[in-house]
C-alpha cells in the first residue's frame, strides 16, 4: 500500500509540478492557463484528494471504475474525468458520475456511451484514445484510423467529440516521448482541420509525470499526473 503522504509533501510536489508546467509553457511561449492539470488519483483515498481540492487541484481521474465509485461520494466538488480502459458493461455505472470520458477506444464503447447518456438525458464529453506507438498491448484507435473514428463517432447523439488522448510507450528516457506526442499534435491539428460536424477539436490529452513538461511543448492541453503529486504507489498502468 502507499505509505500515506503528509500534507508537506503533497505541498512540495504539487509546486514542483507548477514550476514545471509554467516553465514547459513559457519556454514553448504558451500561457500555463492553457493546461490543464489533471491528477491522476488512482490509489490515493479521499481525503487526500480532497486535500489536493482544497490545494487548488480541479480536475481528477481515474482509471478504474471500482475505485472511481467508491471515492465518488466522498469527495468535495471537482470536474471529474475517466481516464482508463472502459468496458462497454460499465458505461451505466459512471454515465451520471463524471464529465468526461478521455479514453474511447472502440466505436461499440462510443454507442455504449450515447446510449447511456440519451437515457439520462445528457451529453457526455468524450476524447478519442489513440495508440500512438501501434502497440498490441494498448487499446485505442490506430492513427490512420482516427479521422475515420471521429467521423463516425460525431454522428451519434448525446455525445461531444472534444479532442483526443494518448498514452504513448513506455521510454527509457522521457525525451524519447517526445516524437509520440508530436505525432499526436499532427494528428489533432489534421483532424481539426476537418472540421468535422458535430466534433469540437480542444482538448490534447497527453503527458504524465515522466514527460508532462515535453507533452506541454509539443501542444499538450491536458497533462494527467499521478506519481509527480502523490508520490510512487506500487502499482502498475497497464
Ligand atoms: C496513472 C495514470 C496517469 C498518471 O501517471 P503518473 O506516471 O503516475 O503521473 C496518467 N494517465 C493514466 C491513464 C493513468 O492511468
Not at 48 to 74: F, P
Amino acid at each position: 500500500m502507499m505509505e500515506k503522504l503528509s500534507a508537506e509533501e503533497f505541498d512540495r510536489n504539487y509546486d514542483d509540478v507548477l514550476k514545471r508546467l509554467t516553465a514547459a509553457a513559457e519556454k514553448s511561449g504558451r500561457s500555463v492557463n492553457d493546461v490543464t492539470l489533471l491528477a491522476a488519483t488512482k490509489t490515493v483515498d479521499a481525503d487526500t484528494v480532497n486535500y489536493a481540492i482544497e490545494k487548488g487541484i480541479s480536475y481528477v481521474g481515474e482509471n478504474r471504475v471500482q475505485e472511481l465509485l467508491s471515492k465518488y461520494s466522498l469527495l468535495s466538488p471537482v470536474h471529474s474525468h475517466f481516464i482508463g480502459h472502459l468496458q462497454t458493461n460499465k458505461v451505466k455505472d459512471i454515465i451520471d458520475k463524471v464529465e468526461m470520458i478521455e479514453s474511447v477506444d472502440s466505436l461499440r464503447l462510443a454507442e455504449e456511451i450515447s446510449k447511456q447518456a440519451k437515457k439520462h438525458n445528457l451529453v457526455m464529453d468524450i476524447l478519442i484514445e489513440i495508440n500512438i506507438g501501434a502497440e498490441d498491448s494498448k487499446s485505442g484507435f490506430a492513427p490512420e484510423d482516427a479521422e475515420n473514428a471521429v467521423k463516425q463517432i460525431a454522428k451519434l447523439p448525446n455525445i461531444r467529440i472534444m479532442g483526443l488522448m494518448c498514452i504513448p510507450p513506455v521510454v527509457n528516457v522521457p525525451e524519447e516521448a517526445r516524437k509520440y506526442f508530436r505525432k499526436m499534435y499532427k494528428l489533432f491539428l489534421d483532424i481539426k482541420g476537418k472540421n468535422i460536424d458535430n466534433s469540437c477539436m480542444s482538448v490534447l490529452s497527453m503527458g504524465m509525470s515522466g514527460d508532462f513538461d515535453i507533452a506541454v511543448s509539443e501542444g499538450a492541453t491536458l497533462v494527467r499526473v499521478g506519481t509527480s503529486l502523490f508520490g510512487k504507489r506500487n502499482y502498475s498502468l497497464k
